[in-house]
């Protein structure tokens, strides 16, 4: 069966996903998911891109050039409330991932920009983590790598974990012009994983004027891409869903625009209006 172009269908080989500025048809985000068993190496030239290394789960060993980080991850589930470890490389650098333990390991990139900048690792217990939204409409959010941190170039990277029955990304929002102070331009992936992992979601991506308007079921280890648009996320009943952003583009800051249509919710009164349909 056909499905949207941008949904990646996830691999069930060493490499999840791929997705290259060239794949996507864009010029900043790239994301890859690997699948290392225990005693597996990955080697990484960044070359004109900077790098973010999410361990997602397992424990890993890492060297940026000559700096070693040793037992990086604890997580055995992304659905564990505890933030991941993490690790930026910049351009012009070699990278080495030993997997201690089987692990899942997310490779986030963006161009490395003229400045030549540090590695570092990026302290779990110092992410900022926080619910957002209220009831149904509610999410955790924990920010890897957020557009406060000056130390990257381009990249912004956040996970979020949306319960059962719960809406995301909502009400829908955008971020597709370059255009401070009322938004900017990211491009973003999203990497989308299930519990129990049998579970679907959906993702729906569109513009104003419909000329994009994409409707997509995400299964587990599945990646949507978003050049443009609004791009709400629900969880079905029963599903848990976790998500990945990489986000990206000529200015590192995320500043968004809801949906006119849907911004109501958005009022103070807004609970009181839902509560009131319900009766």
């Not at 990955?42 to 060993?61: D, H, P």
């Not at 912004?156 to 938004?183: C, I, K, M």
């Not at 995400?218 to 599903?239: I, K, L, Q, S």
């Amino acid at each position: 069966m056909a499905h949207s172009p941008l949904l990646i269908k996830a691999a069930s080989a060493r490499t999840i996903v791929d997705v290259t500025p060239q794949r996507a048809g864009w010029s900043y985000v790239g994301f890859k998911v690997l699948r290392l068993k225990k005693g597996d190496t990955e080697c990484i030239s960044t070359e004109a891109r900077e790098l973010c290394i999410v361990v997602l789960t397992g424990t890993v060993n890492m060297e940026v050039d000559a700096q070693c980080y040793a037992q990086l991850g604890i997580r055995d589930s992304v659905f564990e409330p505890v933030s991941p470890a993490a690790v930026y490389a910049p351009g012009r650098a070699q990278v080495r991932i030993e997997a201690v333990r089987d692990a899942e390991v997310a490779l986030c990139s963006a161009p490395a920009g003229a400045d030549q900048r540090e590695a570092f690792v990026l302290d779990s217990a110092a992410m900022g983590r926080s619910l957002r939204g209220k009831g149904s409409n509610s999410r955790q959010v924990c920010d890897i790598l957020p557009h406060d941190d000056p130390r990257a170039a381009h990249l912004l990277v956040v996970e979020v974990l949306t319960p059962a029955g719960h809406a995301s990304s909502y009400p829908p929002h955008r971020h597709e012009r370059d255009a401070l102070p009322e938004e900017t331009l990211l491009e973003e992936t999203y990497y989308h994983r299930l519990d129990p992992p049998q579970g679907f979601a959906f993702q729906r991506v569109y513009t104003d004027d419909r000329s994009l308007d994409e409707a997509m079921a995400v299964e587990n280890h599945d990646t949507v891409m978003v050049p443009r648009g609004y791009h709400p996320v629900v969880a079905p009943h029963g599903y848990d869903l976790y998500y990945l952003n990489v986000m990206a583009g000529p200015s590192r800051y995320w500043k968004f625009k809801n949906d006119p249509a849907h911004a109501w919710m958005l009022q103070p009164d807004a609970q009181d209006r839902l509560a009131n349909k319900r009766r």
